[in-house]
Nanobody, 113 residues
Framework: VQLQASGGGLVQAGGSLRLSCAAS?????MGWYRQAPGKQRELVAAVRSGGSTNYADSVKGRFTVSRDNAKNTVYLQMNSLKPEDTAVYYC???????????WGKGTLVTVSS
C-alpha cells in the first residue's frame, strides 16, 4: 500500500488546515500521527472502516478525522490550531488498531503564535 499525503503548511494560531492522505488500496484502519521536535511520535486520530474514531486528548474538540472509503482517503480537519500542534504529521494505514502497517511521508504543519 502506498500513501500520498498533502495539506500541510504554515498557519497562524487559531487557524485551520486540512490534511489528506490517499491510499493505493482499502484498509481497515486509517489515521494520523505527529512528531514534534525532540518528542516521540504520537497518535493524533484514527478511524476504522466502519467509521468509529479515536482521538488524542490534546486534540479532542478541535480535530476531526474522517475517511472516504470510495477514494481510500483519510482526512484530518484541524481547527483552532495552537503552536503546540506544530509537528510533522504522518498518515498511517493498516489492518491493526491503531493503524501502523504502512506509513506516508510526513507533512509539516507549523502554527505560529
Amino acid at each position: 500500500v502506498q500513501l500520498q499525503a498533502s495539506g500541510g503548511g504554515l498557519v497562524q494560531a487559531g487557524g485551520s488546515l486540512r490534511l489528506s492522505c490517499a491510499a493505493s488500496g482499502r484498509t481497515y484502519a486509517m489515521g494520523w500521527y505527529r512528531q514534534a521536535p525532540g518528542k516521540q511520535r504520537e497518535l493524533v486520530a484514527a478511524v476504522r472502516s466502519g467509521g468509529s474514531t479515536n482521538y488524542a486528548d490534546s486534540v479532542k474538540g478541535r480535530f476531526t478525522v474522517s475517511r472516504d472509503n470510495a477514494k481510500n482517503t483519510v482526512y484530518l480537519q484541524m481547527n483552532s490550531l495552537k503552536p503546540e500542534d506544530t509537528a510533522v504529521y504522518y498518515c498511517a494505514v493498516g489492518s491493526r488498531w491503531p493503524p501502523r502497517d504502512y506509513w506516508g511521508k510526513g507533512t509539516l504543519v507549523t502554527v505560529s503564535s
